[in-house]
């Protein structure tokens, strides 16, 4: 197969519909179709024949499916909407902007229109927003035959057929989920049930959160998921592919709130600049303005800076490390939590486990500090005073204390927030670093005048 590097010619001697038509796989025309703006992207999705145009807009990678919709005729988008899975249309519908929203809504045929509002029912990001409409079920009367030639029959109007789920033909409830290769290694005469495991089907409840069931296909290694209401009926799937867009989806939220801001709704190259500076501005504020408490922290002494002023050249250094050490530990726990490693009655062992740990690691760092500060007191590089060796005893303390404070405070904060029903994400690095320098620079001073008062001080 051509990459598609060597396809994408001269672009402006060769139509994009043309390269589109000419590309072996959707993933090719999906990267394509995003470096266009969206008119170029309608008129290819216009003319591409109707299983291939509908293929594009199945594709999580497209960058903006709702825009795209909203910019087609409305016959054509209708044609294409009633051909995508079910999860994909309510991803759409849910990103679509009014009056082309209610309008496509009002004309959907009936069984698009059913399904979509069952998914569009649930909160976003549940088991229910996830799962598709379109799986196959049969009822246990069957034999494995008779199951096979109803795949065939339905194969191409579902978006998988991983599992086959058995039903009880009077009340609907689930049985049994059969694998594929179990039916096609089965005897055919046999009754369906013969091919499914003794086991009890792994099953969600649509309301479940999108990780939980992650660590399920994990647990399990399943391919597709069953989402069963209250009365063990299947109202849909979750598949593998689906939970993986929404694990990386997850992961990038996770890491924009590590950064100090709002996670993104759409891609950076599309969001707009007003709802960029929205999502930056608030988090930026409010750290800006914790920040302003470590101003207020050196006034207070502003006394003990004006007499010994060879403090202020260590400020930046015990600020960041404790800061550092507090965003190492946050990192830590945040993925343990989202793992399932760690819970949170488990907060007092990850107390008992990060103290010692912080002690230690502010003690290497103690030791360089005194290295630092003796190499250049002895070698002439810099005077610190008659007694700098009190100096550099305060800096290692400092820091054992201050990188101590950063990791137990960092590690202890996804737990509180967890606790209060918060997204532990939102414990971001910029964050624990605001709050760790505010009271480093207390403890600072604090060693400082405990060993320095009398010489110094």
């Known amino acids: 197969m051509e990459d598609l ?26 990267e394509l179709l995003n470096e266009q703006d969206i008119e170029e992207q309608a008129r290819v999705l216009i003319h591409l024949p109707d299983e291939r145009a509908i293929e594009v807009l199945d594709q999580p990678g497209l960058d903006d499916p709702a825009a795209l919709i ?21 991803d759409v519908f849910r990103y679509m902007n009014d009056p082309p929203r209610s309008d496509l809504l009002q004309r959907l045929d009936p069984e698009t229109r059913t399904s979509l509002d069952k998914v569009l029912s649930y909160p ?6 996830l799962m598709t409409t379109e799986f196959v079920s049969v009822p246990s009367s069957w034999t494995v035959e008779q199951t096979l030639d109803h795949i065939r029959r339905v194969e191409r109007t579902r978006e998988t057929i ?8 009077k009340t609907r409830q689930l049985l049994k989920a059969v694998a594929l290769r179990r039916l096609i290694t089965a005897d055919p005469k046999a009754s369906v049930l013969t091919a499914a495991r003794f086991d009890k089907p792994i099953t969600v409840s649509p309301t479940a959160d999108r990780e939980e069931v992650a660590k399920l296909i994990s647990k399990y290694d399943l391919l597709a998921v069953p989402v069963v209401d209250e009365s063990w009926h299947v109202i849909g799937i979750v598949t593998v592919d689906d939970i993986i867009d929404a694990i990386v989806a997850e992961g990038t939220e996770d890491a924009q709130k590590f950064g100090g801001m709002e996670a993104l709704d759409e891609p950076y190259n599309t969001i707009g600049f007003w709802a960029m500076i929205k999502k930056r501005a608030g988090w930026l504020c409010i750290l800006f303005l914790s920040e302003m ?8 002494f502003s006394d003990e800076l004006d007499k010994a002023a060879v403090l202020t050249l260590f400020i930046p250094l015990v600020m960041s490390s404790g800061g550092n050490s507090g965003s190492q530990a946050t990192s830590l726990l945040i993925r343990a939590i989202a793992l399932g490693e760690v819970k949170l009655r488990d907060w007092w062992r990850v107390a008992l486990r990060e103290l010692p740990t912080g002690v230690c690691l502010g003690a290497i760092l103690g030791v360089l500090g005194v290295l630092r500060i003796t190499v250049w007191q002895t070698a002439g590089f810099f005077d610190y005073g008659v007694h700098w060796g009190l100096v550099a005893f305060t800096i290692a ?5 201050i990188v101590t404070f950063g990791s137990l405070a960092g590690s202890m904060l996804p737990f509180a927030l967890k606790k209060c029903g918060l997204d532990p994400a939102s414990a971001s690095a910029p964050f624990v670093a605001t709050l760790v320098d505010v009271t480093g620079l207390v403890i600072y ?6 060993i320095l008062k009398g010489t110094l001080l």
Do not use: W
């Open 5 to 30: 590097a060597e396809k994408n010619v001269d672009l402006a001697d060769r139509d994009i519909l043309d390269v589109c038509l000419g590309l072996e796989h959707v993933a090719d025309i999906v």
């Open 70 to 90: 909203e910019a087609l005729p409305t016959d054509r988008a209708l044609k294409l909407l009633a051909g995508m899975s079910s999860d994909r249309v309510a």
């Open 124 to 129: 976003v990001d549940s088991a229910g927003s």
């Open 162 to 169: 991983y599992s086959v789920y058995v039903l009880d033909p």
């Open 293 to 300: 408490l470590t101003a207020s922290a050196m006034q207070h």
């Open 397 to 401: 303390m400092a820091l054992t204390a």
């Open 445 to 450: 001073f604090s060693v400082a005048l405990l």
